[in-house]
């Protein structure tokens, strides 16, 4: 696959071009693509109803059925992946290879150790904690997590562990081969979940208790790896940009949710009624216009960010949060529910109407401010002399 994103026409990198659509072509084979997924996912089901003769076999035949789909699924990735460079369809290939993996590996593992497994959680005896509200606090909590996570038998541990293992497998598989940019995110993801599950499974409460950190971490982990390939093509021609252009659109929800998140309440869950699963927490604390406020100042820090890196990502991903906000704001005038929904939905969209049409005039007098060469040069590329 050549280094090339396949956009044609004017491309004017400030209008940060979309890696996934070239053109209609796109759309129509997805459309076939889909159809035909559909259709031989059918058959596989058919013919593994005709072959499986009992619960031992079933694993070994789904995960036949599925590794003869996947060589569909490879062929045809050849075809229109690497041959004629189509990424819409290529990220449906992408979606469903990576799959396939899994469903082949969790099968064969299930083949192998089921009885194994089945045995193991038949002899499990589950501990009760026997722990009253009084005596909910993180270091008591911390225990019954561990206990739980030892209970656990290996076996059933191999099967969770495997996962992330094989999902991350099947997105390197397929990066390395077709180099489609949307699976380098996928490479991301994967390798986050991986570490996740294992430190889960290491660390089970404490994981959990700072989660918000840990969301932030990862999304900042997919920020800088998306500034990385952006800083390899500035110009936002490549393939390059499209890695980058994956990686900010998922690092941009991780980020800013954590983000809002820790700025209410901290970098762990440190309420112990609601570790323990108290699920009214979000209706004890509910938004203030305070709050209101500080989430369109983080919103509007983000925005600042999206120019400077022309990513708009980080401000797309704050959509919903900042009319959130707005609405609690304008509710708090005593108008109407409908003036309230109309002067919300008016405040939102005549703001990302004038930060679309005044994005290179924004960028510039922000990028005054910063040096035009050198490292700083190539992560914030420079605005070309065009309109809009």
Sequence with gaps: MTDQLGIQGDVRPEDEPLPFLSNFQDIFLSIGLIIFLVGISILA????????????????????????????????????????????????????????????????????????????????????????????????????????????????????????????????????????????????????????T?????????????????????????????????????????RWSGNGFWLHFFAAPMLLSSVLFISYFGISFSVPDMVAGDFEFWEKNPFTVQQSIVTLTIIGIFAVISLLLNRRALVVSGLVSAGIAIWIIVDATGLGGAQVAALTLILLGGGILFLGLGWNGARKMLLALVPSSGVWGRIFPRVDNVDG
């Design 198 to 238: 294992f430190l889960l499974f290491a660390f089970p409460y404490d994981i959990l208790r700072f989660l918000p950190l840990i969301g932030f971490l990862s999304g900042l982990a997919m920020l800088i790896g998306g500034i990385h390939f952006d800083m390899r093509d500035p110009e936002r021609v490549t």
């Design 45 to 196: 089901v058919t013919i593994g109803e005709s072959l499986i003769t009992n619960s031992d076999t079933a694993p070994w035949v789904i995960a036949g059925l599925c590794g003869a789909v996947l060589a569909v699924v490879w062929v045809l990735s050849e075809v229109i992946v690497r041959k004629r460079r189509r990424i819409l369809p290529g990220i449906i290939l992408c979606v469903t290879f990576m799959w396939l993996i899994q469903a082949i590996g969790m099968n064969i593992y299930a083949g192998t150790f089921g009885e194994r497994i089945e045995d193991d959680f038949d002899s499990i005896e589950w501990v009760d904690p026997d722990i009253d509200d009084s005596q909910v606090t993180h270091e008591a909590l911390r225990k019954v997590a561990a206990s739980a996570r030892d209970t656990l038998p290996w076996s059933a541990k191999g099967f969770f562990l495997a996962m992330p293992v094989l999902m991350l497998a099947g997105a390197f598989i397929y990066y390395r081969r077709f180099q489609l940019p949307f699976s380098s995110a996928m490479v991301g993801l994967s390798t986050i979940s991986v570490a996740f």
